[in-house]
């Protein structure tokens, strides 16, 4: 099994910026894409942007220029820096990472618990 923790959310004036991780924790098991997900009040889940184990990067078009995803694979975390925040970004956010079981071959997803988002003045 693997746990993903998440943390750095809070409430952020417009404008402002948080930066959240996630840090995957187990044994025998590497891991490939990390993404981050967010899900507002009555909306569809999202994926906001993603990131392979080789380091490429994808974001949705309403996140461009304001947000940065990054990983650091010594420590199996991931890191959505978040810049110019605004109303709209207020959303529970997930983070998401694709996990091989070194010792079985199996591969599942992993979700986290998720962080509170509001941006609110």
């Known amino acids: 099994q693997v746990q993903l923790v998440e943390s750095g959310g809070g409430l952020v004036q417009p404008g402002g910026s948080l930066r959240l991780s996630c840090a995957a924790s187990?044994?025998?098991?590497?891991?490939?894409?990390m993404n981050w997900y967010r899900q507002a009040p009555g909306k569809q889940r999202e994926l906001v942007a993603s990131?392979?184990?080789?380091?490429?990067?994808n974001y949705v078009d309403s996140v461009k220029g304001r947000f940065t995803i990054s990983r650091d694979n010594a420590k199996n975390a991931v890191y959505l820096q978040m810049n110019s925040l605004k109303p709209q970004d207020t959303a529970v956010y997930y983070c998401?990472?694709?996990?091989?079981?070194?010792?079985?071959?199996?591969?599942?997803?992993?979700w986290g618990q998720g962080t509170q988002v509001t941006v609110s003045s």
């Open positions: 998401n990472a694709d996990v091989l079981h070194v010792g079985t071959l199996m591969r599942r997803t992993y």
């Open positions: 990131i392979t184990s080789g380091f490429s990067t």
């Open positions: 187990g044994s025998d098991f590497s891991i490939g894409a």
